[in-house]
């Protein structure tokens, strides 16, 4: 387990109160320029068109009175933030096509084990019982049934008890198992179809920058983006 043996943190009971409420004040100017531009960034790629006729970084300077540096600042990291994102949706996907393709497997497992039981129940209602071929159920000369498991193995004294407390038990649960698979796969085949024009939510640094426990680092790099801001 790491040990921190000293620490760099800045406490905002430490710090002047017209300087915390610099700090805030940048801050949120900064956080609502960059919610700003990655909106429209968002929304220019989503409609495949041009919202206006100046770049991003004019219409940033222009609407929130900032010098170039800043607006640059914003833009790119709005632009890192946009490729960052669409980067995750292209892994979203290939881990959710990884999904469908094991739950599609499962499916088609379960289907015919069902299919088995299904064939097995008819022949119990015609009276005559038969097993299909490469299963671990025994019909012996007594009347008894038995199926051979991993770790056991069930026996059932005659047919009814058979049909009863197996075959029907069995049926229902496979059935609701299914059910809750295809439901599953529905969900993962619209979550994957609709990630393309979906971006997460994300926030900005406010908070920290806030919050009781400020890094040095952090105090620093807001100071001085105060003086070069206007």
């Known amino acids: 387990m790491k040990k921190a043996y000293f620490s760099k943190r800045i406490w ?40 206006y006729k ?20 914003i833009v790119r990291e709005s632009q890192a933030l946009l490729k960052a994102q669409t980067e995750l949706n292209k892994l979203y996907i290939k881990q959710t096509d990884e999904k469908v393709k094991k739950i599609k497997k499962k499916l088609k497992k379960e289907r015919s084990f069902l299919t088995t039981l299904r064939k097995i129940k ?57 059910g809750r698979l295809e439901h599953r796969l529905f969900r993962l085949e619209e979550k994957k179809r609709s990630w393309p024009l979906i971006f997460l939510a994300w926030s900005l640094a406010q908070k920290s920058c806030l919050s009781t426990n400020l890094r040095k680092k952090s105090l ?8 070069n801001f206007f």
């Not at 710090?15 to 915390?20: A, E, R, W």
């Open 54 to 73: 100046e770049s991003i970084h004019l219409v940033v300077k222009r609407k929130f009175g900032i010098n170039d540096y800043i607006a640059n600042s």
């Open 122 to 178: 008819d022949s119990c209602v015609e009276g005559n019982l038969r097993f299909p071929k490469n299963t671990n159920y025994a019909l012996h000369s007594s009347g008894l049934i038995s199926l051979e498991c991993k770790s056991c193995s069930l026996i059932w004294m005659n047919t009814y008890l058979f049909e009863h407390q197996y075959l029907d038990l069995t049926i229902k649960r496979l059935k609701a198992k299914i």
């Open 12 to 51: 905002k009971e430490d710090i002047n109160v017209l300087t915390v409420a610099e700090m805030a004040t940048l801050s949120k100017l900064f956080n609502c320029a960059k919610r700003f531009a990655f909106q429209t960034l968002v929304r220019q790629k989503r409609w495949e068109r041009e919202l």
């Open 220 to 227: 620093y790099k807001i100071i001085s983006l105060g003086k």
